[in-house]
């Protein structure tokens, strides 16, 4: 049996306040942007930090499924942006009355307007055929790549950068624009760009379209309980 790399612990203490209400501002100050956008490139440096926070995401069995495809090219982004329009059109088709007509009024992806996409994949095969942690939830690397995505976007609001999280698309139609395996999980399309100002407030809540729900609500004790 391997010896315990007691070696490897370090110390878990809790951060400073400063450090902590840092963590705290990012979580709540994150936004869906869609048409905040500026032209302004992102910095190499500050995009390899943001996928570095990213790529640091937990994930079952430390299988790491993740990849990021970057697209810059103007071109290809109008190409996704197509795609993206054809499957909105059928989403709105889906709602009625008052909600068809928010939903048409709402700005909904910033593809053209953010100066980088990126496409976020999920690769189920990286660890092997049996991984620790998936053996019963065959989903979990899926969920994985969702916490890179979530770290991605807290990292994104520490430097001041933009996020939009775009799912309106069919995949076929993203998988021959880039090339994507089928074997390949297309996770996310993510829209990326330096922002000057940001809504107070998730910008659905803002628009109408839903409000948060009361955290009591949600937090059952000992099991699951009927409202």
């Known amino acids: 049996m391997q010896d315990k790399p007691t ?7 809790a951060f400073s306040d400063e450090e902590r209400a840092a963590v705290y501002r ?5 936004r869906d942007v ?3 956008f500026l032209a302004d490139p992102i910095d190499d440096d500050a995009l390899w930090r943001i996928l570095t926070a990213a790529h640091h995401a937990p994930s079952v ?19 996704v942006w197509k ?16 909600k068809a007509t928010l ?10 307007k953010a100066p980088l996409g990126i496409c976020v994949t999920c690769d189920p095969d990286r660890a092997g055929p049996v991984v620790l942690g998936r053996t019963h939830n065959p989903r979990m690397d899926s969920y994985s790549t969702v916490c890179a995505i979530q ?4 990292a994104a609001r520490a430097e001041g950068i933009g996020m939009g999280w775009v799912s309106i698309f069919h995949d076929a139609d993203l998988r021959a624009l880039l090339n994507i395996p089928e074997r390949i999980e297309i996770v996310g399309w993510l829209c990326l760009g330096h922002v000057a100002e940001l809504y107070d407030e998730p910008e ?17 004790e000992e099991g699951w309980q009927e409202n």
Do not use: C
Not at 103 to 112: A, H, S, T
């Open 34 to 36: 869609r048409d905040e």
């Open 26 to 30: 990012a979580i709540m100050t994150r």
């Open 83 to 98: 795609a993206f329009s054809k499957a909105n059109d059928e989403a709105a088709a889906l709602f009625e009355g008052e």
């Open 151 to 154: 770290n991605l976007w807290l």
């Open 204 to 220: 659905l809540q803002v628009k109408g379209w839903r409000k948060r729900l009361p955290l009591e609500d949600l937090v059952f």
């Open 7 to 13: 070696d490897s612990l370090v110390s878990a203490g």
């Open 103 to 112: 939903y048409r009024n709402l700005k909904l992806e910033g593809i053209l």
């Open 61 to 79: 069995g430390f299988m790491q499924p993740w990849n990021f495809v970057l697209v810059r090219d103007s071109a290809r982004r109008h190409a």
